[in-house]
Each structure stands twice: as structure tokens, then as C-alpha cells.
């Protein structure tokens, strides 16, 4: 099976850095992706490590380690327009993702 | 552009009632899903279908059926609504294999059951 742990909320100021945590247990282990939610729409996808260490998009980069079961997103230079929820996913070999429970950012000025 | 895109924003039903739910997307994914979203509890898989006509449980699949009789359609069905299925209801769609880890969801359906 699988089970995923992500904190609940964080609040930042604007600029700021902020460090999103995933841990997982999974019997059967393809990578991690990230997505990103606003209030009232769809998630999004962010990113996707299927291998050991950083990838980077812009502001935002994700980490993985497999030893580990280790995962984390990391929101550079925080904007207005990140507060949203952030949900880490593992991808097993079903084509599944299995989602946690989210992170919710607030960027406040 | 994909587009999944769903039947409804928002929904209200009785208790009972027979509930239908569509799904479409328009970039030919072998692969599509439905989710719920509730408070606190992330994403939860109901159903998925990896090709036409053909179905998986998720982890979620009491009380729901699902059809896929066409590629590009994936339909959600509460056989007869309950008032815990008051919900946030995703969509979502992705390629297959190596590239599954990038699943494309609808706007969602809020369906409220009374």
C-alpha cells in the first residue's frame, strides 16, 4: 500500500523560501510528482523527480531520495499568487497516483 | 491545450437519486480517473480506467460505478446518492507509462446530496 505525510500550513511573507515535506511509504515506487491548487480550482502539475535529487522550474524546485522515501518542493522569491495548496504524489507502477493530503502556503505582504 | 473537461460545476440531489458525472477530455489519454476531494483529506482515487472498457478500484469505490464505453469519456455514477457523498468530485486524465505521472484534471463538481 501506500501512505503519504505532508504538514498541514505554513504562512510566509512575500520573498520569502518555504520548504514542503513528503514522506511515503509504498510498497511499489516510480517517482514523486508535485501539483499545485488554488482555492476553488483544479490541481495542477508542478514537477515530477522519477530520480535521486533536485529538479528545478523557475522559482520552484522539488528533491527527491528514494533511500530516504523522501521528497520536498521548495517555493523560491514566495509571490501573492502562490498561496494555494500543495499536494505531493506518488507514482506507482499502475499508472496510479496516490495524492497526500495537501499543504496549504499563505503569502502574506 | 489538454482539456478535461466536466459535465457540471455544481450539483444537488436527493437522497436516492441517481447520479451521472461526465468526464472529457480531448488529448486521446489511455488513462483517466475519478477523484473526491474533501477537507483534510487530500485526493482520493474512486475509479480509474486505463482503456475503453476496461475499469480499476481505487481506493474509495463503495457506493460508486464508473463506465468508459468511449476513449475520451469517463462517467461517474452514484447508483443512489447518500447525503456522505456530498462532495468535491476532480477528474483527471494522463498518458500511460512513462509519462503518467502528469495527470491533467477538469474544474470539478461540487455535488451536494440532500
Known amino acids: ?12 511573507v512575500e520573498g520569502a523560501i ?11 515506487f516510480y517517482g514523486l510528482s508535485w501539483y499545485q491548487q488554488h ?17 528545478e522550474t523557475g522559482r520552484f524546485s522539488s528533491f527527491l531520495s528514494r533511500s530516504d522515501s ?14 494555494a495548496s500543495y ?8 499508472n496510479r497516483l496516490a495524492f497526500g493530503k495537501g499543504n496549504q502556503v499563505v503569502v502574506i505582504p | ?27 486521446d489519454h489511455e488513462n483517466m480517473f475519478w477523484y473526491r476531494q474533501d477537507p483534510g483529506l487530500g485526493l482520493r482515487l474512486i475509479y480509474f480506467s486505463y482503456d475503453v472498457k476496461m475499469k480499476e478500484k481505487g481506493d474509495i469505490p463503495e457506493g460508486y460505478s464508473v463506465s468508459r464505453e468511449k476513449k475520451e469519456r469517463f462517467s461517474l455514477i452514484l447508483e443512489s446518492a447518500s447525503t456522505n457523498q456530498t462532495s468535491m468530485y476532480l477528474c483527471a486524465s494522463s498518458l500511460t507509462g512513462d509519462l503518467a505521472y502528469e495527470q491533467y484534471f477538469g474544474p470539478g463538481t461540487r455535488l451536494t446530496v440532500t
Open chain 1, 1 to 12: 500500500g501506500q501512505s503519504l505525510e505532508q504538514p498541514s500550513e505554513v504562512t510566509a
Open chain 1, 18 to 28: 518555504v520548504q514542503i515535506n513528503c514522506t511515503y511509504q509504498t510498497s511499489g
Open chain 1, 39 to 55: 482555492d476553488g480550482g483544479a490541481p495542477t502539475f508542478l514537477s515530477y523527480n522519477g530520480l535521486d535529487g533536485l529538479e
Open chain 1, 70 to 83: 523522501y521528497g520536498y518542493l521548495l517555493l523560491q522569491e514566495l509571490q501573492m499568487k502562490d498561496s
Open chain 1, 87 to 94: 499536494f505531493c504524489a506518488v507514482r506507482g507502477g499502475n
Open chain 2, 1 to 27: 491545450d489538454v482539456k478535461v473537461t466536466q459535465s457540471s460545476r455544481y450539483l444537488v440531489k436527493r437522497t436516492g437519486e441517481k447520479v451521472f458525472l461526465e468526464c472529457v477530455q480531448d488529448m
